[in-house]
């Protein structure tokens, strides 16, 4: 059995110990302000700034442990979401986690990948076939959704030599420059999951005043990923020429239009998603816009 949970008032956040989200996810949490004192054994770090505390772990157990109740968030890639909330579901248990944010980086893809030398006519294909995974569950739902009848093959690591040693036929992977699958002679023939690294946190409302503190971490959060994103441009004009240069901004927020003492001339400020590319400053410049600049933006609070 296990044991009952004790009432905490700190939130605690489980990230990869190591790998390939371990450290983008530390980054993005210090880009909300958080400060940290690491455990002797560095699989804890204890928040100084807010009392959020990080707990260093397995990417595959982060969804149990949020399950648990030992953690509150999670960031993790969307394929082991999905997995565990399909393994949930296969024992009747009712699903226990949602994504809370998209962080658009992590990004890759779950796809069936077949021997190069082989031609693809589709899902009917891999009927009677073993296929190696670390997802099979995943997988289980797709060959469902396609009626096809296939044995998956669960592997937890090195899943493209399979074929090679006779293990599986075929493999279901994860999948970004590709460079993996040919290196195994391999090539993708489809997707089955679009993945991305994701907050993942309970359905439930915390407790304890952990919902408080979650509230805040996740609007820092969308501050600290808007930032990203944004730049400020500024500019000036004169009255007469601002209808007509309105239009042409970049697309982002709605302009700040302040009058300029003594002038015959406006300022314009407008907070920017993505780049300002050149042609835009110089489009802007050609419809009377003069003092352009494109300013990166440190700090945000809707
Ligand atoms: N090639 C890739 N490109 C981009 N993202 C990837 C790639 N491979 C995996 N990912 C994402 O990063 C996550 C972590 O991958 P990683 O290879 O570090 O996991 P792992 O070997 O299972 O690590 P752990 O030791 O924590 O169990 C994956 O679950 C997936 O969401
Ligand atoms: O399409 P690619 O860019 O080649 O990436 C795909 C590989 O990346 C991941 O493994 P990773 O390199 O993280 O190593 P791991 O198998 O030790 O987790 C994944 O399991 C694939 O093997
Ligand atoms: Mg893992």
């Known amino acids: 059995m296990t044991p009952p949970v004790q009432p905490r008032e700190r939130l605690r956040v489980a990230i990869q110990k190591s ?9 993005l949490l210090a880009s909300c302000g958080l400060t940290w004192r690491e455990s002797r054994d560095k699989l804890f770090l204890y928040g100084e700034s807010l009392p959020v505390d990080i707990l260093l772990v397995r990417d595959d157990d982060i969804p149990g442990l949020i399950a648990d109740g030992v953690c509150d968030l999670g960031i993790v890639g969307r394929n082991v979401l999905v997995e565990h909330g399909l393994e949930r579901e296969a024992q009747g248990r009712p699903a226990d986690l949602n994504e809370w944010r998209q962080l658009g980086w992590g990004t890759c893809r779950l796809d069936i990948a077949i ?5 693809w006519t589709g899902p009917q294909q891999l009927e009677g076939l073993r296929i ?7 997988l289980g739902r797709w060959l469902r959704d396609n ?15 399979a074929p090679r040693l006779g293990q599986a036929d075929v493999v279901c992977d994860l999948v970004s420059t590709g460079g993996t699958l040919r290196a195994n002679q391999l090539r993708p023939v489809t997707t089955i999951l679009h993945s ?10 915390l407790d304890d005043g952990r919902q408080e503190i979650a509230d805040l971490l996740v609007r820092r959060l969308d501050g600290a990923l808007q930032l990203k994103e944004s730049r400020l441009l500024m500019l000036r004009v004169s009255r007469d020429g601002l209808t007509d240069l309105l239009p042409l901004l970049p697309e982002g927020h709605e302009p700040t239009v302040m009058r300029v003492d003594d002038r015959d001339e406006v300022s314009v400020q407008v907070l920017v998603h993505g780049s300002v590319s050149w042609s835009k400053l110089e489009q802007l410049k050609h419809a009377g816009a003069h003092n352009l600049m494109v300013l990166p933006v440190e700090g945000m609070l809707a």
Do not use: F, K, M
Not at 19 to 27: F, H, N, Q, T, V
Not at 115 to 119: A, F, I, L, N, V
Not at 198 to 205: D, F, L, S
């Open 115 to 119: 021997p190069e030398s082989e031609e």
């Open 19 to 27: 790998g390939r989200l371990g450290e983008p996810a530390r980054e």
């Open 196 to 205: 991305e690294a994701v907050i993942a946190g309970p359905r439930a409302t």
């Open 147 to 161: 009626g096809v009848d296939a044995e998956p093959v669960v592997l937890n690591g090195s899943v493209e030599i």
């Open 132 to 138: 190696a995974t670390s997802y099979p569950q995943t």
